[in-house]
């Protein structure tokens, strides 16, 4: 493992007024003056102005009547933000949410110019299998903080002591505490080369990697570059979509003629999420600059988020309704409230606009692949479509509860189905 050296006690301070807590980032005060590929311990320390500016600016909100439908087909309900921000200004505690984030070990490191935050936490077990999980948008690490014990420590869950995994969970660039790229071209083909260079900075000859959505994206990036490291990868919104599929769904054809119960119903999803969902995608690919709003406006930022994909959004009605499935309240403000102290909701929308891969279509990935099926996803994968896409599928499993943040709303399940896609390789170890 490369050492990490040794550096003074730093806190990383947003700002010291509220006026400017929210437009400084965590990063900027790790920068050392050469680049190095040294690994720098990171620590999480939120001034309090920075808390109190972000409740003053959320009891101000100034609200818009509510919509003309009853339902949530004009977007994000009134009464639902109004629910969120209420609990948002008056009971909920950052603190206790950046008390998880502080007892984990957080590192930094410069990759290709750029800081690189990620927590690394290593197994207590022998032959641990090193695994870097890659989260979304708009997700982040804290996505990832519920399969941490699960997937290091596994026999205090009920798991073997053969599954254990040494866990690397980065943020993206211009996501959380990583550094804000300053120039173009930071996409998911470079993130991945920036990662496999992260896991062989930190030791590992052979590595394994997991991702859904942008982490998806990304992981199945590092397959196709292919590095000798990479043993596989696991996904949990695997891009499988045939050809034929995907140019039909792009033209607005009917589907093609033929298609398995499985496969008509994965259309249905695509369909509607393509004709129905994909506003802020859209918006976010083509001026993510335009995007002032939820810079400044907290609620803003939070309607932006919550409103990703349908299934989600209802799920997350529910919680603010009182009706905890999965989520918490506190759960889906950690991450709303990481996206406003970082100042990134600009930063990781730009990530739509340098990429120009086809999101959902196949891409011919030769190396093994484990593949996690979740019905409530954007789309749930068919076999048939994963069988074509991967020619050395290794595992393959169709759920039966989860959607869009699987590692967040069913936390042991997903860690199940990582040991399930990753058992057999461990013998190539």
Same mark, same amino acid.
């Given at each position: 493992m490369s050492p990490i050296s040794p550096s003074p006690t730093r806190r990383d301070l947003l700002a010291t007024t509220a006026a400017a807590a929210a437009l400084s980032l965590f990063p900027a005060t790790l920068r050392t003056a050469a680049a190095d590929d040294s690994i720098r311990p990171f620590h999480i320390d939120v001034p309090e102005e920075a808390l109190t500016d972000l409740r003053r600016r959320v009891a101000a909100t100034r609200w818009p009547e509510r919509e003309t439908v009853a339902d949530d087909t004009q977007g994000v309900q009134l009464a639902t933000i109004q629910n969120l921000a209420r609990y948002w200004a008056t009971d909920y505690d950052w603190r206790k949410g950046e008390a998880k984030l502080k007892a984990l070990p957080h590192f930094i490191t410069e990759i290709d110019g750029l800081d690189i935050h990620f927590i690394h936490v290593r197994s207590k077990h022998e032959n641990a299998l090193p695994l870097i999980v890659t989260h979304g948008w708009p997700g982040s690490i804290i996505e990832q903080l519920k399969i941490i014990g699960p997937l290091t420590d596994p026999t205090a869950h009920g798991a073997s002591?053969?599954?254990? *995994?040494?866990?690397?969970?980065?943020?993206?660039?211009?996501?959380?505490? #990583?550094?804000?790229?300053?120039?173009?071209?930071?996409?998911?083909?470079?993130?991945?080369?920036?990662?496999?260079? =992260?896991?062989?900075?930190? %030791?590992?000859?052979? *590595?394994?990697?997991?991702?859904?959505?942008?982490?998806?994206?990304i992981?199945?990036?590092?397959?196709?570059? !292919?590095?000798?490291? =990479?043993?596989?990868?696991?996904?949990?919104?695997?891009?499988?979509?045939?050809?034929?599929? !995907?140019?039909?769904?792009?033209?607005?054809?009917?589907?093609?003629?033929?298609? #398995?119960?499985?496969?008509?119903?994965?259309?249905?999803? =695509?369909? *509607? *999420?393509?004709?129905? %969902?994909?506003?802020?995608?859209?918006?976010?690919?083509?001026?993510?600059?335009?995007?002032? %709003?939820?810079?400044? #406006?907290?609620?803003? =930022?939070?309607?932006?988020?919550?409103?990703?994909?349908?299934? #989600?959004?209802?799920?997350?009605?529910?919680?603010?309704?009182g009706r905890s499935e999965g989520l918490t309240r506190d759960d889906v403000l950690d991450n709303i409230t990481l996206y406003w102290l970082t100042n990134t909701a600009v930063s990781s929308a730009r990530l739509y606009w340098e990429n120009k891969l086809a999101f959902f279509d196949a891409k011919n990935i030769t190396i093994p692949v484990a593949v996690s099926a979740f019905p409530d996803e954007i789309y749930q994968a068919p076999r048939s479509w994963a069988e074509r896409a991967f020619s050395k599928l290794i595992h393959y499993n169709k759920l039966d509860k989860g959607g869009h943040f699987a590692a967040w709303e069913q936390p042991q399940a997903f860690s199940d189905e990582v040991r399930a896609g990753f058992r057999s390789l461990r013998k190539s170890i």
């Open positions: 002591a053969s599954d254990a *995994f040494n866990l690397v969970i980065p943020s993206i660039p211009g996501y959380g505490f #990583s550094g804000k790229p300053t120039a173009t071209g930071w996409d998911p083909v470079r993130i991945a080369r920036a990662w496999t260079v =992260l896991m062989k900075r930190l %030791g590992y000859t052979q *590595f394994v990697a997991q991702g859904g959505d942008w982490g998806d994206a992981t199945e990036q590092m397959a196709l570059l !292919a590095p000798p490291e =990479l043993l596989g990868i696991h996904t949990n919104m695997a891009a499988t979509v045939p050809s034929d599929i !995907a140019k039909a769904l792009k033209y607005g054809d009917p589907p093609p003629a033929g298609l #398995s119960v499985e496969e008509r119903h994965a259309w249905d999803q =695509l369909d *509607f *999420f393509y004709k129905h %969902g994909l506003g802020y995608a859209t918006e976010m690919a083509n001026h993510p600059q335009s995007l002032y %709003g939820i810079a400044d #406006s907290p609620v803003g =930022l939070a309607a932006w988020i919550i409103d990703h994909d349908v299934r #989600s959004y209802e799920l997350i009605s529910r919680v603010f309704d």
